[in-house]
């Protein structure tokens, strides 16, 4: 197999379709070198035409009737029954997995009371509410909760939906938001019930934290929102009076049509709710600097003397940048020490005319790929950079000495797009600048132009802020817009769309008030007044609504967004305590493979309603003594219980032979009794699971306190081959009354559960069998979804095929279908291929597809930058399915042919592609997936 990599002519087509737009990541405007079109020319008026006869006798109107008076909006109907958890106990909510529920007074939002969930051992357990019988197809549903973390500084929680109707069972997501443990954050969001067939089951769920994480919930609705005036009401009177930093806008100048200084309509937008001005062009070198040796300043001056008449500072953009230089400047013959005196004098000469006029300029714009490297001069590429070609990294150093040279006192900026994002290009920024200050260079921050789409997170936003802030230097959002119709699949500004976009302005600017301290607080600029003048709209070719103020220059309900973060207040860092020098534990033992011993409380354990056992029992810490009590209400001498616990998060391979070991204190009057068997069982990751055969507990032998130690060694040994001994994930205890009593009763206590290597030393793990990541379907699809950015136009469902345990991928071709695609992300744990691996999958694809054969499939790999490499397209003809129409897919050393394309250290997403490739729109059916694996080459 070979990579495709991205061609010189594609760069354009990539950034057309939003390649670079995933998860709040666009290019900048500055990058595309896009000018503002022109309006165009009005028609000269026309000449007054001649005054018609007036009619005679024109006949009278009749008199309108009275209108009839509009009917009331419907007022929101309220699915939810126990919003708020003031009642006695937590029903009709019901767990989702086996966690425990529980009212608590502990912390609640309103009221007296919330919903505790404890007892989590994966990230889809929590909460879940049936609303099966209450929804209306067709129904806009609007849902809210608030969420408080219990045991975790922070963590991401969604607000989820699960439907099933005949297309299958559907894994919705309306929102997520990061939650913490010290105030309650709301998550809301819309969602429009589309049924296929017949509706059988549909439920709200509260998901997304990692295992062991509790969280409360608290005032849930999931109600037919009619009308959301009041979600997109604007009360803002002036912007800039809510912050004492900057608050700025780029604004068109100089002779473009939509001039900020021909505008009245810019000009009140801009007087009412902005104290800083950015020019989008007018201060870049192509504009100032016409010939060598001459400087153009009127255009500038003129936007300077409306600021200055407004009371408004000035940022200025740009010093130094790759792009828009004039052509005198990109021919110049020079060797290096040429271009740093033509450099530094170009800067004097700006700079040193606007020196008290401007309160701060972007310096440099622009110097590093996404990947952190510098942007270097390839010819036709969009890495080129003509500074870098002739001065090499030192030409940011010239300049900034330059600038400050120039000017004594204006805030000296490096500026940038997808810091926000690029781990990569953020580290090799604050690099450059350290290097800057340690060389006593004077850089006084660092500009973000966020320039986002719907994939923006504030947790990321602040982690990227922090990294400034520890350097001491400031933190300038300088450009920030959001495209919202990346995929321009909406035809209008909706209000689901816009009040969107409200609480993403909201959690940008929230990011930004909570992270950067006052002193370091640069300022916030929007770049563009309206929607129509924004260079989104240009540059992608489709509608789109980034701004505050719409093209009718009304205020929208981002303006309101904007305004509710600046309410935010700064948190300062927790400084950890200085650490107690702590005893110096005994060295583990390397054999021990799972151990649950109860020292700090029973997470992790539950009862298992599917065993068939009919009593559930009462699990409880025994925290005196650090073990777990099982209380158990016998009610015949035919009853039985069980209790397990999970740890699929670790799954133990029991492959090479393992020991399974716990103790039991029972109580003497089940001895005595003699009837009742106690059992130990494994259970794999399908849920298969082995009993490891049934013991009278007369058989046990206690110590002087009531111990007995109880120990199946290998426990694989005679184990159905059908079991998957690789995936062991939970050990459990049946206990069978057999003819017990009823009478016969007592708390059991249990401590150390062990599985421990049947030898002593560690086996060594075979690497052609090691799994670096596996999906094999058996509960779910979580992390599987649809790349809208890849440029194929059939959006598939997916769903889970609880029964044979396989992702379904449902797709409705059309005559002008190119393709679709699906993939998963586990960017939470990147692969590093570097050592060789194998990827491979299982495909069952309609016979129909086959013997069409026009349909390729090709397998990519993405990586922590999002770029790409695509192993191949092959027709589905060549596919050569088993008896049960399955084959495998198989890229051996798939490194190999993705090295070139992407950082083989970081892979973060395996997905297939499928294109038509001249399919007729007739050859259709639903395509099954199984068992996705990267392992060990």
């Known amino acids: 197999m070979v990579s495709i990599k991205r061609s010189v002519a594609m760069a354009l087509l990539a950034a057309l379709i939003g390649g670079c737009g995933v998860d709040g990541k666009l290019t900048s405007p500055d990058d595309e070198q896009i000018e503002q079109p022109e309006t165009p020319e009005q028609p000269e008026t026309p000449e007054e035409p001649e005054t018609p006869e007036e009619p005679t006798d024109p006949e009278e109107p009749e008199e309108p009737t009275d209108p009839e008076e509009p009917e009331e909006p419907e007022e929101p109907v309220e699915l939810i029954l126990n919003q708020d958890f003031e009642g006695d106990d937590v029903s009709p909510w019901a767990p989702n997995g086996g966690v425990t529920l529980a009212l608590s007074n502990v912390q609640f939002s309103a009221g007296a009371a919330s919903l505790l969930t404890t007892n989590r051992t994966d990230t889809w357990q929590g909460p879940i509410y049936d609303l099966t019988s209450m929804v209306t197809e067709g129904t806009d549903y609007y849902a809210t909760v608030k969420v408080r973390l219990e045991n975790a500084d922070v963590a991401s929680v969604k607000l989820s939906l699960r439907q099933t109707d005949d ?194 300029w972007d310096v440099v714009n622009e110097a590093f790929l996404d990947d952190g490297s510098y942007r270097n001069f390839q010819s036709g590429n969009e890495a080129e950079s003509l500074w870098y070609q002739k001065m090499g990294k030192d030409y940011i150093k010239h300049a900034f000495v330059a600038a400050r040279n120039a000017d004594a006192d204006a805030d000296l900026y490096y500026n940038d797009y997808n810091l926000n994002w690029s781990d990569s290009k953020l580290s090799a920024v604050t690099t450059m600048a350290q290097e800057l200050l340690d060389d006593g260079v004077d850089i006084t921050g660092i500009g973000f132009q966020m320039h986002v789409d719907v994939g923006v997170k504030k947790a990321k936003l602040k982690e990227q802020f922090q990294e400034v802030v520890d350097l001491g230097l400031k933190v300038k959002i300088t450009e920030v817009d959001i495209r919202m119709n990346g995929n321009n699949s909406e035809d209008n500004a909706s209000a689901p769309l816009l009040l969107n976009q409200k609480a993403l302005y909201r959690d940008i600017v929230e990011a930004y008030m909570e992270t950067v301290p006052p002193a370091l607080r640069g300022g916030i600029t929007v770049w563009g007044i309206a929607d129509m003048d924004s260079w989104i709209i240009y540059l992608y070719g489709n509608d789109d609504w980034p701004l505050l103020f719409d093209s009718e220059f009304n205020a929208k309900p981002a303006l309101q967004g904007f305004a509710d973060g600046l309410a935010a207040q700064y948190i300062e860092p927790e400084v950890p305590e200085t650490p107690v020098e702590p005893e110096v534990p005994e060295t583990p033992n390397p054999s021990v493979l799972f151990s649950s011993d109860f020292a700090s409380g029973i997470a992790g354990w539950s009862y298992n309603e599917y065993l068939g056992q009919n009593i559930v029992p009462t699990l409880t810490h025994n925290a005196t003594d650090g073990t777990l009590a099982v209380d158990v209400a016998w009610a015949s001498d035919s009853d039985g219980t069980n209790f397990e616990v999970d740890f699929s998060g670790t799954p133990v391979d029991m492959s090479e032979g393992v020991n399974v070991s716990l103790r039991l204190k029972m109580p003497q009057g089940y001895i005595d009794d003699g009837n009742m068997l106690y059992q130990v069982y494994l259970t794999d990751s399908s849920y298969a699971a082995a009993f490891l055969g049934g013991v009278s507990v007369a058989e046990l032998s206690p110590d002087a306190e009531g111990w007995a130690t109880v120990t199946i060694e290998n426990a694989g040994d005679g184990i159905a081959d059908t079991f998957d001994q690789i995936n062991l994930i939970r050990v459990g205890v049946q206990l069978l009354a057999t003819g017990k009593a009823a009478s016969v009763t007592g708390t059991i206590e249990v401590d150390d559960v062990q599985v421990v290597a049947a030898a002593v030393s560690e086996p060594t793990p075979d690497p052609e069998e090691a799994a670096l990541f596996v999906s094999a379907f058996a509960t779910d699809i979580i992390g599987w979804s649809y790349n809208e950015y890849m440029g194929q136009n059939v959006v598939p469902t997916l769903s889970h095929n609880a029964e044979d345990g396989t992702l379904m991928v449902d797709l409705v071709w059309a005559d002008d279908s190119t393709g679709t695609n699906f993939e998963v992300d586990f960017s939470a744990s990147p692969i590093d291929m570097t050592s060789g691996v194998d990827v491979s999958l299982m495909l069952k694809v309609p016979q129909a597809y086959i013997d069409d054969g026009n349909m390729l499939y090709q397998v990519y790999l993405t990586d922590a930058s999002y770029a790409g490499a695509y192993l191949g397209g092959v027709s589905v003809g060549e596919l050569t399915p088993d008896a049960d129409g399955w084959a495998k897919v198989t890229i051996e050393n798939a490194q190999t042919s993705a090295s070139d394309s992407i950082d083989i250290t970081q892979l973060i997403r395996v997905g297939v592609q499928l294109l038509a490739n001249g399919k007729p729109a007739s050859v259709t059916g639903a395509i099954e997936v199984d068992d996705v694996k990267v392992v060990n080459h």
Do not use: C
């Open 167 to 360: 297309a299958g069972t559907q894994y919705i997501s309306v929102a997520t938001a990061e939650v913490s443990d010290d105030a309650w954050t709301e998550i809301s969001g819309f969602h429009m019930l589309n049924v296929s067939g017949e509706l059988t089951d549909f439920q709200l769920y509260i998901e997304g934290p990692e295992a062991g994480v509790n969280f409360y919930i608290d005032e849930v609705s999931f109600s037919s929102k009619t009308n959301l005036d009041d979600e997109l009401a604007v009360d803002v009177d002036h912007l800039s009076a809510l912050a004492d930093f900057p608050i700025g806008v780029a604004v068109p100048a100089g002779d473009a049509d939509n001039s900020l200084l021909n505008s009245t309509e810019r000009q009140t937008i801009v007087e009412t709710h902005f104290n800083q001005l950015s020019a989008e062009n007018i201060m870049k070198a192509q504009y100032m600097r016409p010939a060598q040796g001459e400087f153009d300043f009127e255009d500038a001056d003129a936007l300077i003397a409306y600021a200055n008449n407004n009371g408004m500072s000035v940022h200025g953009h740009v010093l130094v940048w790759h792009n828009q230089m004039p052509q005198w400047m990109q021919d110049f013959d020079g060797d290096a020490s040429g271009w740093q005196q033509m450099l530094e004098d170009h800067i004097a000469g700006v700079a040193g005319h606007f020196v008290g006029q401007l309160e701060s």
